[in-house]
């Protein structure tokens, strides 16, 4: 069985019988333990000061070898930070070891999240301090900051909406990895044709991507067809490249977009892409998924078709410079970037 060693962890010393776990510096804990909340995907967006108080509402807790710590079945109901150790996640049926986690790893997100079922058992694998917040102090604390809380539920609507599909997708992951491996509005706007609309619009195209898994030597993008959606890849790797001859022009890894032009132009695909790793999983947002969105927000499609146009004249006067040195075309080329710079002003982008 688990024990509490401690319910205001990071201002006591929590220590073993034989002295092979502590936390003797606690500032040092307390840092390290806010950086990788900042870091996780949770709480990227949220301020210091929440952080601080967040940490102030975890629990330690000291869990022997093969002592169980969550369940399959069971339903959720904290989010787990391991200090000290290793945990393992089992098979249903005890016999296999499906992964492994180590320090600095979260999991069981969803169950601090929502109230489902847990999805695999984990157990200690050797003698472990593992950080706990329950989904109670959770919902307290941000009783007192409502703009993080309203910044977290739609980061985990939109990785939740994800996993939900996934699953549909019956596409695998690695237990701690359901929600890591979403997508979410923070990768979106990484588009730069995205990149300052607003956060309403952002949430629905993100609730709107549809997951895809493709595997090793599978064609993503065939040059010469037509382009009709984008794609963001949350694992693996693709590369851009020549049918003809193999010729390898760029490598695509985590966290890279592609294919954004034909969200907007009908027009076919300049290059083909492949997948160069064992497994890769996207999510894909097709043109008829953005225009849906963009129904219900006139301003932002006016804004990013504008930007757009000029951003797809300004490449094929570039592409053209770039063919033709001429100073006809290097002026074509100072001409629409002018226009662009025109149109980021009237849109503030």
Same mark, same amino acid.
């Given at each position: ?23 003797? #510096? ?21 301020? &210091?000061?929440?952080?601080?108080? *967040? ?37 249903? #049926? ?17 169950? =601090?999240?929502? %109230? ?8 200690? %694998?050797?003698?472990?301090?593992? !950080? ?14 409502? %703009? ?5 539920? *739609? ?31 923070? &990768? ?21 991507? &549809? ?7 599978? *064609? ?19 590369? =851009? ?21 034909? !969200? ?7 290059? %083909? ?17 953005? #225009? ?16 757009? &146009? ?40």
């Amino acid at each position: 069985m688990s024990q509490i060693i401690n319910v205001q962890p990071i201002n006591v010393e929590g220590r073993t019988k034989d002295g092979e776990l502590n936390l003797s #510096d606690n500032n040092s804990t307390k840092d390290s333990l806010i950086k990788n909340l900042h870091e996780h995907f949770l709480f990227k967006n949220v301020d &210091q000061e929440f952080l601080e108080s *967040l940490v102030n509402e975890m629990h330690i807790r000291l869990f022997n070898k093969n002592d169980n710590i969550i369940v399959k079945g069971e339903v959720g109901r904290a989010l787990f930070f391991i200090l000290k150790g290793e945990v393992s996640v089992i098979s249903d #049926d005890g016999e296999n070891i499906l992964n492994v986690m180590g320090e600095q790893s979260f999991f069981g997100e969803i169950g =601090v999240l929502f %109230s489902v079922p847990r999805t695999a058992t984990c157990f200690a %694998s050797k003698k472990s301090i593992i !950080l706990t917040l329950t989904k109670e102090n959770l919902k307290k604390l941000l009783e007192n900051y409502p %703009s993080v809380a309203q910044e977290i539920a *739609l980061i985990a609507e939109e990785r939740f909406s994800s996993f939900v599909k996934s699953q549909d997708a019956e596409i695998k992951y690695e237990f701690g990895e359901e929600l890591s491996l979403g997508i979410s509005r923070d &990768q979106i706007k990484n588009v730069p044709i995205f990149r300052d609309c607003e956060v309403g619009f952002l949430h629905m195209l993100a609730m709107n991507v &549809q997951p895809v898994q493709y595997f090793q030597g599978d *064609l993503v993008v065939k040059k010469g067809d037509i382009a009709n959606e984008m794609f963001f890849i949350v694992r693996g790797t693709a590369e =851009v490249f020549n049918e003809v001859d193999g010729t390898v022009y760029a490598e695509l890894t985590t966290p890279s977009f592609f294919g954004e032009v034909g !969200l907007f132009f009908e027009m076919k695909r300049t290059a %083909s892409v492949r997948v160069s790793s064992s497994v890769m999983d996207v999510f894909q947002l097709t043109k008829n998924n953005l #225009d849906e969105v963009l129904k219900k927000y006139p301003e932002v499609a006016e804004k990013i078709k504008a930007e757009a &146009q000029v951003r797809f004249k300004y490449n094929e006067a570039r592409e053209k410079a770039k063919l033709n040195k001429t100073q006809e075309a290097e002026t074509e080329v100072e001409i629409v970037r002018e226009k662009l710079k025109v149109v980021c002003i009237k849109y503030q982008i």
